[in-house]
């Protein structure tokens, strides 16, 4: 069992940035890939980012690609989502997650309750 807690939300303007951080704990966290997923109030979670086990291969959603960056920190058991030039349409609730590496959340076994971000225009 991996437990997974969000954490960096807030509210920021439009060209704004956060940083959000999710802190594992329970088994090994450098067995597991993270991804970084989102849900606007109406549409479907989707994909945001993801990092293999080891750190060495990062994937983007097309709509963050160049403006997100995703990290991790394998000896302090998190995972981070730096989000810059954010925009009104980033609002969503964030959630990290922990399995296998994919932008399909299906191929995640363990999620957080996830951390809220709006952005203002």
């Known amino acids: 069992q991996v437990q997974l807690v969000e954490s960096g939300g807030g509210l920021v303007q439009a060209g704004g940035s956060l940083r959000l951080s999710c802190a594992a704990s329970?088994?090994?966290?450098?067995?597991?890939?993270m991804g970084w997923f989102r849900q606007a109030p109406g549409k479907e979670r989707e994909f945001v980012a993801a990092?293999?086990?080891?750190?060495?291969?990062?994937y983007y959603a097309n709509s963050v690609k160049g403006r997100f960056t995703i990290s991790r920190d394998n000896a302090k058991n998190t995972v981070y989502l730096q989000m810059n030039s954010l925009k009104p349409e980033d609002t969503a609730l964030y959630y990290c997650a922990a399995g296998r590496y994919s932008a399909y959340d299906r191929t995640y076994d363990y999620w957080g309750q996830g951390t809220q971000v709006t952005v203002s225009s």
């Open positions: 329970g088994h090994t966290f450098s067995n597991y890939a």
């Open positions: 990092i293999s086990a080891p750190g060495r291969n990062t």
